[in-house]
Each structure stands twice: as structure tokens, then as C-alpha cells.
């Protein structure tokens, strides 16, 4: 059960942080490699993946949503809070009697022990 709640934990962080884009984005790539890998050597393979001059369907919705979810982020302006006036003036008074508390020690009190010399070991069982 405490598994199911870590994954559900690393999923919601993902989420939030926007690591969801990060993951698709690594699918893409992966996915782009592989086809490319089909018609061409690896060092060009990679290249064509990365150059950005040949992007995939897959890379080209996650480039749009990206712009879209960045549009629909809330707004970062701060509002004026205002209270409503107080009637009449706020006056604070004195309390009548005022008792101090005793000072007290509130370390307790610990033995001073030094360990014992030399220091135990394990033995092998």
C-alpha cells in the first residue's frame, strides 16, 4: 500500500513541476531515434532527432500544449486587502494584576558518562 502511495506521490510531483512534458519529450526522442535509426546510421540518426529541423508529430503537439499550458497559468498580480474601519478609537488597557512566573531551570539534568574504553566491536557470529 505504501508503494502505491510513493507512485501516486511521484506522479502528482510530476504533474505539478511539469515533468509530464519532460516524459512525453523523452518518448518522442526515443521514438524519433529509433525510426530514424531504420534509414540511417546512428551519427546521423542522433542528429536528425536533435538538430530541431525534423520534428515529429509527437514533438510538434507537446511544443503547442506546452505554449497553451504556459497561457493558462494563473495570474500573478496581488490584490489590495482592505478591513472595514474599526468603530471608534481601539484603546488597550493594562490588566489589573500582572504575575510573573518563577524563572526555572528547564535543561534537565544529564549524567555525564563517557563511553566505554576502547569502544565495543562486533563479533563475527
Not at 10 to 34: E, F, N, P, R, Y
Not at 47 to 74: N, R, W
Request: glycine share 4%.
Amino acid at each position: 500500500m505504501q508503494r502505491i502511495g510513493n507512485l501516486l506521490l511521484i506522479v502528482a510531483l510530476l504533474a505539478t513541476t511539469g515533468g509530464h512534458w519532460a516524459v512525453l519529450q523523452s518518448v518522442a526522442w526515443t521514438t524519433m531515434l529509433a525510426e530514424h535509426w531504420q534509414a540511417d546510421p546512428l551519427a546521423t540518426a542522433v542528429e536528425k532527432t536533435f538538430d530541431g529541423q525534423h520534428p515529429c508529430k509527437l514533438c510538434q503537439a507537446i511544443q503547442a500544449a506546452k505554449k497553451s499550458d504556459k497561457k493558462t497559468e494563473f495570474p500573478t498580480g496581488t490584490q489590495k486587502i482592505e478591513f472595514p474601519p474599526l468603530p471608534g478609537h481601539l484603546t488597550l488597557y493594562a490588566p489589573a494584576a500582572f504575575h510573573r512566573l518563577p524563572v526555572t531551570d528547564t535543561f534537565a539534568a544529564s549524567p555525564i558518562r563517557t563511553p566505554p574504553t576502547p569502544p565495543p566491536r562486533c563479533r563475527p557470529v
